[in-house]
């Protein structure tokens, strides 16, 4: 759905910079199959609209590949072989462009690369989670006052939406001054997140799927699985804000104009094995599974997200739970 968006930045970008070396920065790159797949397509895309207005050579491809320094770049750079490969399949006796690719661990709430070196920054489906837990949702005594649920929910305290909401502003506004450094004078950027449709933080969005799963750990709690005192102490590092919290941080931190905003209703996947809770299910636990374990150990793993897709199922049966993707393009100033 926005792939195309992805290609016309960069091809608009390139048009009106052409520069011979152009730097790219996936941040939240992970080390899936899809970690390079968006490096190749951009690559493509800039080599044919070179080729359109008789730029030759294409301009040398610096990229860099940023997330946690949990992240297995190790395996990233093992693929890297197969990637040029696939990338010359379809290009016999042409010259194959110039590409460097380096892994750059560390959070992107902060600097991550020297000054003034990127023309483009792509982050998919990261921006979302915070660098932390809002410190404000804890007392005195460390206790969370978010009881029984893991994030924003209709039972909570209106400090606990409103903490969240400050850790975004900081967290974004920190991210938007950090890349105002590193790219340079007209360079661009796409960042793909989930967000929420409107002011109020719960919805039948993105909220409701963690509403869900704080149903789920409540019904361990109460077969005795999972012991009470460990759900009230914890709570998830994400934030889906508003189209509004965005632009305003945006034009309070002053160094990018907007571009383009486009906000997206993800349809119910009919596609796949199992049903459509379960694969919303492998989905979250493939994120959640290491802060769940670290937490509350890992025997609960298998029950309580057979439970969760469960949940989802039956409310899907009864209304549509449709989360909300926005895509935001920023220039530089």
Avoid at 128 to 155: M, Q
Avoid at 240 to 267: H, N, T
């Amino acid at each position: 759905m926005v792939k195309h968006i992805t290609l016309e930045t960069v091809q608009e970008l390139y048009l009106s910079t052409t520069p011979k070396g152009l730097g790219i920065a996936d941040l939240g790159c992970s080390c899936g199959p899809n970690t390079l797949s968006i490096i190749k397509d951009i690559v493509e895309a800039v080599e044919a609209t070179s080729r359109k207005i008789m730029l030759i050579p294409p301009p040398e491809f610096q990229v860099y590949l940023n997330d946690l320094p949990t992240n297995d770049f190790n395996s990233i750079f093992k693929s890297l072989p197969d990637f040029s490969r696939e990338l010359n399949k379809e290009r016999p006796g042409t010259k194959s462009p110039y590409i460097f690719i380096g892994g750059y661990p560390g959070s992107f709430y902060g600097r991550v690369f020297p000054n003034n070196c990127l023309h483009f920054v792509h982050s998919s489906y990261s921006l979302h989670w915070l660098s932390k837990v809002p410190p404000a949702i804890y007392d005195e005594k460390g206790r969370s006052i978010n009881k029984g649920t893991i994030y924003i929910s209709e039972s909570s305290p209106h400090e606990v939406s409103q903490a969240y909401l400050k850790q975004f502003q900081e967290d974004f506004s920190l991210f938007l001054r950090s890349r105002s450094e590193e790219l340079t004078s007209g360079g661009r950027m796409v960042l793909i997140l989930l967000g929420r449709g409107g002011p109020d933080h719960v919805d039948r969005g993105n909220s409701f799927f963690w509403e869900l799963l704080s149903r789920s750990f409540s019904i361990l709690v109460s077969e005795g699985t999972v012991e009470k005192e460990k759900l009230d102490s914890y709570d998830v590092h994400f934030y889906a804000p508003s189209k509004e919290e965005i632009e305003d941080e945006v034009r309070q931190e002053g160094s990018f104009v907007l571009d383009r905003f486009e906000m997206f209703e993800i349809d119910k996947d009919e596609n796949g094995n199992g049903s459509h809770g379960t694969r919303v299910a492998l989905t979250v636990r493939a994120i959640q599974e290491c802060m769940i374990i670290q937490h509350f150990g890992e025997g609960i793993l298998d029950s309580l997200f057979e439970i969760y897709g469960r949940m989802i199922d039956e409310e899907m049966s009864k209304e549509e739970i449709k989360p909300f993707t926005f895509l935001v393009v920023l220039r530089k100033l």
